[in-house]
């Protein structure tokens, strides 16, 4: 099974769209709750940026995702607790998330869950953006941030660990957790909330698990309920505010080479298949946009190297994670692409 990447219209990384951007008030009652359950009142903290409490009654009400990050901001400062998005799962149980938690209940497995997660996971915010993709051995669930904040992506990632134990137990284990941003606070706690080796300041935010565990049968599953609800889904989704450019395919195709650089595999074929078209007519369209698909892989693995030396990932890891030889082979080809090493680069030069 090969799913399907999610949410292409964001692009990979902060969306270009962001200042548009919006989150629901079923999003902000996830902070009202997990603010109470440690003691603090946070309609202060609305007003103080200009939401109106009174919104949280109002199903698919939304506000700017502009106001939600200073709403975080602002609620971290007064608990203290700069991990306050990480552990926030703990005070929801299930169910807190409405329509997208009972989507996932109701679904046949958890691969048909979490491509519903992804998919509607715009109705409580579209300035997060999740990925889920399988291939081989693994799945990646991924998580781009458009906000500049790490709160909510913090938020999404210990939902997401406490949801799979709580349904799952013993079945289920993870092989990795990646974190774009550095730690906001102690390991400890990064520990107990993710139970799985984990690195910060990588090129994404993303869990990595087996693939075979995308099989795992729902307890819940119902075939009536979920049709009723991905019905009601899809007619909130389209309510939305279009975005300015619909994805083209050539935007597919950027994120699925992003999305496959772990795997050293850019071939047309490749590219094509991950998309769901043929190699004959992803090579037509890249032909009528006017690229090739040798500038496309030049252009993914430039950008991809920038993000890397923008972290502290030495070097010797970013020229295996973009399929280079060695590192001398990503400097001497970084040198081709900028014209300073690696090195001269990093150092802002």
């Known amino acids: 099974m090969r799913q399907p990447v999610s949410n292409l219209r964001h692009g990979n990384g902060p969306s270009p769209i962001a200042q548009y951007a919006t989150v629901s008030s079923e999003y902000l009652q996830l902070l009202t709750v997990g603010a109470a359950a440690r003691g603090l009142d946070i309609a202060p903290i609305f007003a103080a940026c200009e939401i109106d409490p009174a919104m949280l009654d109002e199903r698919a009400a939304r ?138 300041e990588m090129p994404y935010t993303e869990v990595v698990f087996s693939r075979d565990l995308l099989a795992l049968p729902m307890a819940g599953a119902n075939a009536r309920v979920n049709d009723i609800l991905t019905a009601e889904a899809d007619a909130a989704l389209g309510a939305l505010t279009a975005p300015t450019r619909e994805p083209s395919l050539i935007d597919a195709v950027r994120q699925v080479l992003a999305e496959v650089r772990d795997e050293h595999d850019f071939t047309l074929t490749r590219l094509a298949d991950r998309v769901g078209v043929s190699a004959r007519t992803l090579q037509r369209h890249l032909r009528a946009a006017g690229v090739t698909h040798r500038g496309l892989v030049r252009g993914v693995r430039q950008d991809l190297a920038k993000r890397s030396l923008a972290t502290h990932v030495s070097q010797g890891q970013i020229a295996r994670t973009l399929g280079y030889s060695s590192a001398g082979a990503f400097q001497r080809a970084f040198k081709r692409w900028s014209g300073m090493t690696p090195g001269q680069h990093r150092r802002g030069r």
């Open 63 to 200: 506000v700017s995702a502009v106001r939600a990050a200073e709403v975080w901001n602002r609620t971290t400062r007064r608990l203290g607790d700069p991990l306050f998005g990480l552990t926030l799962a703990e005070s929801l149980p299930l169910g807190a998330l409405t329509l997208l938690d009972y989507l996932v209940l109701s679904s046949v497995d958890v691969g048909d869950g979490l491509s519903r997660v992804a998919r509607y996971g715009p109705l409580m915010s579209d300035a997060e953006v999740l990925t889920l993709t399988a291939d081989r051995n693994e799945a990646r669930f991924r998580f781009h941030n458009g906000n500049g904040i790490p709160f909510p992506i913090e938020m999404i990632v210990g939902i997401f660990m406490r949801r799979s134990r709580e349904l799952f137990g013993a079945s289920w284990s993870i092989k990795r957790v990646w974190f774009a941003h550095a730690a906001q606070g102690a390991r400890a706690v990064y520990d107990r909330v993710c139970q799985a080796p984990l690195q910060f």
